[in-house]
């Protein structure tokens, strides 16, 4: 009703006679389309309507025809081409001026869910072209739009990949996932980490074919001490082991180091940082060291029951070397995966 438009549109304003501001902001946009003897703005009934033409264009009309004609489609290539038209219509929110008006809430998430639906149907479409490029290109413009959404990124690291751009898909992986846990607390799924060990082998690949894969292993062959890995790296480094160890029979040692304090302050986690360190220039090449919260995890491949127990004697003096100034306690508990007397 005519009554309810000004509190609507200007909710922060206090008319004394709203009618009157009403009838004025209707004279004003009136005024504002050609005089071709056809009211556009019809008031009837108490309420004013817009009196369209057939040759009328709004964007919205025209966002909704093109997606409906691109659901319509059989063929792919002509739903992608309604698709990509769509998708460029879209330059972000619904009346973004009216950002705080409550009768604008439900219209704006509807284009927008529109849109987002409409970016992963063409995503989809063109991954069956192994169209990789294109995808980059939709992906970077609609991150530029609405850069929380987890699906675009994963398809965006995924195509980065394919197309063998190892680093420039390393670094949106930090970009990416810092963001989302900034601003939503959201650490990374199980897709996006899926996808990380994907970006560090590409990085090995990527590397033995830049610089050859001799001076690749040359360089690996100086590296002293233990090999530190991330945890979703150790993971599968553990069942590959497993799955070696129950081949040849040899033995490997899985140690769960547990390191709980009171009060961790920033110099406990440099303390800490310190005792990992030394863990890793002592041990050696062949052992692989990783951090999980307070938790420490070792391979230990070849090693006799024996050899271990004399280990993680040197490893606790290590840690109270280390952390002794502070009240903590070590938790160690030590597996065999394979023993080479069980087979």
């Given at each position: 009703?005519?009554?309810?438009?000004?509190?609507?549109?200007?909710?922060?304003?206090?008319?004394?006679?709203?009618?009157?501001?009403?009838?004025?902001?209707?004279?004003?946009?009136?005024?504002?389309?050609?005089?071709?003897?056809?009211?556009?703005?019809?008031?009837?009934?108490?309420?004013?309507?817009?009196?369209?033409?057939?040759?009328d264009w709004l964007d919205t009309v025209e966002f909704t025809r093109l997606l409906e004609q691109a659901s319509s489609c059989i063929d792919n290539e002509e739903s992608i081409n309604y698709l990509q038209k769509a998708i460029a219509l879209y330059q972000g929110d619904y009346l973004p001026e009216s950002a705080y008006c409550e009768w604008a809430i439900p219209t704006r998430h509807y284009y927008r869910r529109l849109y987002l639906e409409a970016v992963q149907k063409l995503i989809s479409l063109l991954q069956k072209q192994y169209a990789h490029q294109e995808i980059i290109k939709i992906c970077e413009k609609?991150?530029?739009?609405?850069?929380f959404e987890e699906d675009i990124h994963l398809a965006y690291l995924k195509s980065l990949l394919s197309c063998k751009k190892i680093q420039q898909a390393r670094v949106h992986y930090q970009y990416a996932t810092t963001m989302l846990y900034k601003n939503l607390g959201v650490k990374p799924s199980p897709a996006l980490r899926a996808v990380y060990q994907?970006?560090?082998?590409?990085?090995i690949l990527e590397t033995a074919e830049t610089d050859g894969l001799q001076i690749e292993l040359a360089q690996t062959s100086k590296t002293q001490g233990a090999f530190y890995c991330q945890w979703d790296f150790f993971c599968n480094l553990l069942n590959l082991e497993r799955r070696r160890a129950e081949r040849t029979g040899h033995p490997v040692m899985l140690v769960l180091l547990k390191l709980a304090c009171e009060n961790i302050d920033e110099e406990y986690q440099r303390a800490q940082r310190r005792?990992?360190?030394?863990?890793?220039?002592?041990?050696?090449?062949?052992?692989?060291?990783?951090?999980?919260?307070?938790?420490?995890?070792?391979?230990?491949?070849?090693?006799?029951?024996?050899?271990?127990?004399?280990?993680?004697g040197r490893i606790r003096k290590q840690c109270f070397s280390q952390l002794g100034q502070y009240k903590f306690t070590l938790k160690i508990n030590m597996e065999t995966l394979l023993a080479a007397q069980s087979r």
């Open positions: 009703m005519a009554e309810t438009i000004p509190e609507m549109l200007w909710p922060e304003r206090d008319y004394a006679n709203p009618r009157r501001a009403l009838r004025t902001a209707i004279y004003r946009l009136r005024h504002l389309f050609p005089d071709d003897g056809r009211a556009r703005i019809v008031f009837s009934q108490g309420c004013y309507r817009w009196e369209g033409k057939d040759n609609t991150f530029a739009i609405e850069p994907q970006i560090q082998a590409g990085n005792f990992i360190d030394s863990l890793v220039n002592n041990l050696r090449k062949g052992d692989v060291v990783s951090q999980k919260n307070e938790h420490i995890a070792l391979l230990l491949p070849g090693l006799n029951n024996k050899q271990a127990e004399t280990l993680l």
